[in-house]
């Protein structure tokens, strides 16, 4: 089938969808990092991307958001086909996105910075610019107020003058939505906002992604590795692996789905996960080498945090485990302080 006639076909099945991606591909040399994806995303609707480093998740928003062309396939945004589009085209058929490492102006203003997102819903053109025409001048005042809204629904308010490099991470994060949400988006796409943020900063996310979608009734599409998010807010989620989509389906059907466990978690899963912290525990009672310890830990942490989630199970019998080896070793440690 030609690449139109799979667009008009798609069209006139994906009524109701506001994104469709049918048989989404992207090859970069011999590496398929987007390959053969099929995916509807329903207006209204949250919906995460997730699978390990490498899965292709970050490419599929950069064929989305048209910084990359599909080698094969299509994806669609309200029945037209982004392929081939610039990228401030499909800003203006109302997609928006965030960063996974976040792109601010850092030496502007945290105003200044949603000004700039607001900037691609004006009209005034470099004449009424360089003139500075009453019209003008008009629009830029709307343009301050409205970004100042912006700030305000993130709570960054009172960060309106401050620099952007000066704010925190966390509030950086929310800053790069707010810039996203000032071009009036119908869809935000949303990589990896978590990343960096301590519990209560990530809780906070929750609730702003929330009311994005219940407040703004904008779709949110949310890549995410901490799955304490994607598990509480997604309603349907895609799990890529190697480019290819390995599962989709609600919070426990992921959850439980053998697939996702082992590309989480490859070869051996949870009992893998279960031996690594046994290892680690080893290491801190002396019985292994510490220099292995040290490298063992990142990986124990990793996957827990990863999988917060998806492997509960697991982490909970591990984390029980490990609880149990802690409180023997304070035992021993007041009998020691005891006898001292
Ligand atoms: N422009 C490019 N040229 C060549 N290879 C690329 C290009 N962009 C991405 N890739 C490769 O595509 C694969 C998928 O990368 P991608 O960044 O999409 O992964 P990801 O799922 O977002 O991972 P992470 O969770 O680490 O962010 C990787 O192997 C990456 O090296
Ligand atoms: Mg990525």
């Given at each position: 089938?030609?690449a ?12 109701g ?5 049918i048989n989404?591909?992207?090859?970069f040399?011999?590496?398929r ?15 995460a991307?997730i699978?390990p ?5 970050t490419?599929?928003?950069?064929l989305?958001?048209g910084?990359?062309?599909p080698t094969e ?6 029945g ?5 589009r610039?990228?401030h085209?499909?800003?203006d058929w109302?997609?928006s ?11 502007m203003t945290a105003l200044e910075?949603?000004m700039v997102g607001r ?7 470099p ?5 500075r025409t009453?019209?003008f001048k008009?629009e830029?005042k709307?343009?301050q107020?409205?970004s100042e809204?912006?700030l305000e629904f993130?709570g ?5 003058n401050?620099?952007?490099s000066?704010?925190?991470y966390?509030a950086?994060?929310?800053l790069?939505?707010a810039?996203?949400l000032?071009?009036?988006p119908k869809?935000i796409?949303?990589d990896?906002?978590?990343a960096g943020?301590?519990e209560s900063?990530?809780?906070a996310?929750?609730r ?9 009734g ?15 807010l997604a309603?349907?989620?895609y799990?890529?692996?190697f480019?290819?989509?390995i599962?989709?389906?609600v ?7 053998p697939a996702?466990i082992?590309?989480y978690l490859?070869?051996?899963?949870a009992?893998?996960l279960?031996e690594?912290?046994r ?6 009672r002396?019985?292994?080498?510490a220099?292995d ?6 990986v124990?942490?990793?996957l827990v945090?990863d999988?917060d989630?998806?492997v509960?199970?697991?982490a909970e019998?591990t984390?029980?485990?490990a609880?149990?080896?802690?409180e023997?070793t304070?035992e021993?440690?007041?009998?020691k302080?005891?006898?001292a």
């Amino acid at each position: 089938m030609t690449a139109t006639a799979v667009e008009k076909q798609s069209a006139a099945e994906g009524q109701g969808y506001l994104m469709q991606a049918i048989n989404a591909t992207i090859q970069f040399g011999g590496l398929r990092a987007v390959d053969s994806v099929n995916m509807n995303i329903k207006a209204g609707s949250i919906v995460a991307l997730i699978g390990p480093n490498g899965a292709g998740k970050t490419t599929f928003f950069n064929l989305l958001t048209g910084i990359y062309t599909p080698t094969e396939g299509e994806i669609l945004f309200e029945g037209r086909s982004v392929s081939g589009r610039k990228t401030h085209i499909i800003a203006d058929w109302g997609i928006s996105r965030t960063f996974q490492n976040i792109r601010l102006f850092k030496e502007m203003t945290a105003l200044e910075n949603v000004m700039v997102g607001r900037h691609v819903r004006t009209k005034s053109g470099p004449f009424a610019a360089t003139f500075r025409t009453a019209s003008f001048k008009r629009e830029e005042k709307q343009i301050q107020e409205d970004s100042e809204r912006w700030l305000e629904f993130v709570g960054l308010l009172d960060h309106a003058n401050d620099l952007a490099s000066s704010l925190p991470y966390g509030a950086q994060r929310r800053l790069e939505i707010a810039r996203a949400l000032a071009t009036d988006p119908k869809l935000i796409c949303l990589d990896e906002p978590a990343a960096g943020m301590n519990e209560s900063e990530s809780a906070a996310l929750d609730r702003l992604i929330l009311r994005i979608r219940d407040e703004l009734g904008i779709t949110v599409f949310l890549i995410e590795h901490d799955m304490k998010v994607v598990m509480s807010l997604a309603e349907y989620i895609y799990v890529l692996d190697f480019g290819k989509l390995i599962a989709e389906g609600v919070a426990a059907e992921i959850q439980a789905h053998p697939a996702v466990i082992a590309a989480y978690l490859g070869e051996g899963g949870a009992e893998a996960l279960i031996e690594k912290r046994r290892k680690k525990k080893a290491a801190q009672r002396g019985e292994i080498d510490a220099s292995d310890a040290a490298a063992e830990e990142v990986v124990v942490e990793e996957l827990v945090m990863d999988s917060d989630g998806l492997v509960m199970v697991a982490a909970e019998e591990t984390l029980s485990e490990a609880a149990d080896a802690d409180e023997k070793t304070s035992e021993n440690n007041e009998e020691k302080n005891d006898v001292a």
